[in-house]
């Protein structure tokens, strides 16, 4: 876990939110030019003031990097274009460090996969590519790098055809991604304008037209803090402030954080408590830390040997660290196993920025678990146990790497220990049948935000009920866990609108290629409204569910189900059905 060297004494700027702030980096192969590319953003940049110059040897700055002329570490920069305001991470492509590319593909909303034109695509080119998929990175923007050195456009062409191909492969937007060919080094060089400086202002105008800026968890309840912390506290950027604690940093991932907020340090063994003092972001002072930034933070009373990159920092009580779990497992990704695995399989886990030997069993009850296999290509649940505890929720994914490849990729759903926490902002009650993806929720608040009136909080789960007892109109929801396993819809049926409902009928379904669910209303009712554009581009990933998940509107006929369904023993109901 790292903090800040130079000192949190220097951040003495206010960080200023004028534009909207997005985090991308590099990402390829090794030696394809992701440092000198990051490196000629910055320069360019830095000549019409919207960036300060970070040269190639202040971004691989460990002694190690230096020696070995290439990028270990995941390092940050940050520049701002016309119309935003960008946190650069350029990732490691050498296969020997490829769980410090996901701890720093785990932090981005879209990224630049950087490609020679003299190579095309390599090995890590397209394992980069299937881990940013399996981060939730949507967009990228391809550079196709050192141009200069091919005479033949012919092969340009061929390596832009390979490319989009194999974009397509993996899931991206393989005829519509952006292709840019430049030479970031004659660009670091200020030579061969055309391929240099010139391309990469178009690369620029690409991720800004491009890239779409994520519509972020911006929650007002402090209450849903969750920040994951990011670096090595082996990293030469180690600062622990005598007498002040230890600036931790890491990526906001939902709720947001205050100065002055009591938190908890969880995960890998850890349980601390301590405040936050200090909020910096590029050694800007922040007065608050919202979803999306890469923050600095103060934490009083805290030492950085206590500090390990895995761990979150979240607001006291709102999640649980586990060692034991049941997770789905999906076992067909490209690049995969091509033989099975039977019982006590131990991979290598990567949950955020987290990376954890674990042991992976059937089951309780499994006919003959120790003979049985797990063929490729299978989908199906496995119970995880782990070297060291980690902050987990239900629907929280993960990848499992064994001999330097990626294997697998997991959710997420039931712990045997502990009662795991809805991820999400809000999670409230409705039906859930146990092969479904999530649970449906119900309010009646047009904006359940920020006019909840009447609330009923159960810690148990750390779910939130609301609803307005001056108003007749609820909504029904596709909680944020539900929308992340359903963020692929293909099929959406919605009932009519006018129709009227009982409690318990079934009014529609979704469904995805990963798992359906049906709708069912949770009271009597008449609807009034449908979420018409689900239906027209059904897609919830990186989708706020308040403004883009919800079915429909629904207005409650019989006022006492409502009432019922909000009473403890309902809720305790609900619970031990959804167990």
């Keep these: 876990m790292t903090v800040l060297r130079r000192g949190y004494a220097e951040a003495t700027a206010k960080f200023s939110r004028d534009k909207p702030h997005m985090n991308i980096g590099t990402i390829g192969h090794v030696d394809h030019g992701k440092t000198t590319l990051t490196a000629s953003i910055t320069k360019v940049l830095a000549e019409a003031g919207k960036s300060k110059f970070v040269d190639y040897s202040q971004i691989d700055k460990a002694p190690e990097e230096k020696a070995r002329g290439i990028t270990i570490n995941s390092s940050h920069v940050e520049y701002e274009t016309d119309t935003r305001h960008y946190g650069h991470i350029d990732c490691p492509g050498h296969a020997d460090y490829i769980k410090n590319m996901i701890t720093g ?119 849903l803090l969750m920040c994951t912390l990011s670096s090595e506290r082996s990293s030469l950027d180690v600062l622990s402030i005598s007498g002040r604690g230890t ?86 990704e490209e690049g995969g196993r091509y ?27 499994t006919e003959n678990a120790e003979e049985k296999m797990v063929m490729p290509g299978e989908n199906l649940e496995l119970v995880f146990d782990l070297v060291h505890d980690v902050a987990a929720e239900i629907g929280s994914r993960f990848t499992l790497r064994e001999g330097g490849k990626t294997n697998h990729l997991g959710v997420c759903r039931r712990s045997e220990n502990v009662n795991l926490a809805i991820s999400g902002n809000i999670i409230a009650l409705g039906h859930h049948r146990e092969e479904c993806s999530g649970t449906l929720m119900i309010t009646t608040l047009k904006n359940l935000m920020k006019n909840h009136v009447l609330s009923k909080r159960y810690t148990k789960e750390h779910e939130l009920i609301s609803y307005n007892d001056e108003t007749s109109i609820g909504r029904l929801y596709i909680t944020t866990h539900a929308a992340e396993s359903l963020g692929d819809v293909v099929f959406v049926e919605l009932p009519a609108v006018g129709r009227e409902v009982k409690q318990g009928d079934q009014i529609g379904a979704v469904e995805s290629v990963k798992a359906a669910s049906d709708i069912y209303a949770p009271v009597s009712g008449t609807v009034v409204g449908i979420n018409e554009t689900l239906d027209g581009t059904p897609g919830l990933m990186n989708k706020e569910p308040e403004t883009a998940g919800w079915l429909c509107d629904l207005e409650v006929t019989k006022p006492e189900e409502l009432e019922k369904l909000l009473t403890e023993e309902a809720y305790e109901k609900h619970c031990n059905e959804t167990a």
Excluded at 180 to 186: R, T, Y
Excluded at 208 to 221: G, Q, S
Excluded at 275 to 286: A, D, P, Q, S, V
Aim: a neutral charge; glycine letters at 10%.
């Design 105 to 223: 593909a785990a932090q981005m909303d879209g990224a630049i996969i950087v490609v020679s034109a003299t190579d095309g695509q390599m090995p890590q080119t397209r394992e980069h590519l299937l881990l940013a998929r399996q981060v939730g990175i949507n967009r990228l923007v391809v550079f196709i790098n050192k141009v200069d050195q091919i005479d033949d456009k012919e092969m340009l062409e061929l390596v832009e055809m390979e490319m989009r191909d194999i974009l397509a492969h993996y899931g991206f937007d393989g005829e519509n991604t952006p292709i840019v060919m430049g030479s970031a080094l004659a660009a670091l060089e200020g030579r061969n304008q055309d391929i240099g400086e010139d391309k990469i202002r178009e690369l620029l105008k690409a991720c800004d037209d491009w890239l779409e800026v994520p519509k972020r968890t911006r929650i007002t309840l402090e209450t």
């Design 247 to 332: 600036v931790a940093t890491g990526r906001v991932e939902r709720g947001t954080a205050v100065k002055g907020a009591e938190v908890e340090i969880l995960g890998l063994g850890s349980q601390l408590k301590s405040t936050l003092t200090g909020i910096e972001m590029f050694r800007k002072e922040l007065d608050r830390a919202e979803a999306g930034d890469n923050m600095g933070a103060l934490l009083r009373g805290i030492k950085r040997e206590q500090l390990r990159r895995g761990q979150v920092v979240i607001a006291p009580g709102t999640m649980k660290a586990v060692k034991k779990f049941q997770a789905q497992i999906l076992t067909k």
């Design 339 to 365: 033989t099975p695995f039977m019982s006590n399989y131990r991979p290598q886990l990567f949950i955020r920025t987290a990376d954890i030997t674990v042991g992976i069993t059937f089951p309780p009850g």
